[in-house]
């Protein structure tokens, strides 16, 4: 007894329309899936990109404000003068950003040398710290 599958038997009738058929496109299930994939993945895309934003920001003050301290202690060093220990603000613009750096020198170990300490602010919001550097300066500059 030979068990014929209703496809079978449909096959063996109409060779031409059952290859046609069958070979037709996807499955409402199958695009349904992959809409759910693409959407997934630009989802997550899209996330990704609001976070390089969010960042390029942050990134942006953090170098304005690292330039800002190199170029304190720079002209420290130009100005050929030995730094008396204390504090002072100085406004130390960059870009377009309008920063305030604060220099505080303190007494080292060695005589010969200052610890010069640059903390960076942003002058709008003067408890956010943009950048933080700290160097010693010798007496013979």
Same mark, same amino acid.
């Given at each position: 007894?030979?068990?014929? /599958? !209703? ?6 009738? #109409?060779?031409? !329309? #059952? &290859? /046609? =058929? &069958?070979?037709?496109?996807? !499955?409402?299930?199958?695009? +349904? ?6 959407? !997934? ?12 934003? /969010? ?31 204390? &504090? ?5 613009? *960059?870009?377009?950003? *309008? ?15 200052? /610890?010069?300490?640059?903390?960076? =602010?942003?002058? *709008? ?7 933080? +550097?700290? *160097? ?6």
């Amino acid at each position: 007894m030979v068990i014929f /599958r !209703t496809g079978d038997l449909e096959q063996q009738r #109409y060779p031409q !329309t #059952y &290859k /046609r =058929y &069958k070979a037709s496109g996807f !499955t409402l299930l199958e695009v +349904l899936v992959a809409l759910v994939i693409v959407g !997934t993945a630009l989802s997550a895309s899209l996330r990704a990109v609001s976070n390089l934003t /969010r960042n390029s920001g942050a990134l942006h003050a953090s170098t304005m404000g690292s330039w800002s301290a190199e170029n304190t202690l720079v002209n420290l060093r130009l100005s050929k003068v030995w730094p008396d220990v204390g &504090k002072q603000s100085i406004n130390c613009p *960059q870009d377009d950003m *309008q920063l305030v750096c604060e220099q505080s020198v303190t007494a080292s170990n060695n005589p010969n040398f200052r /610890r010069v300490e640059i903390n960076v =602010y942003d002058a *709008q919001d003067t408890q956010r710290r943009v950048a933080h +550097l700290v *160097q010693l300066v010798s007496n013979g500059l």
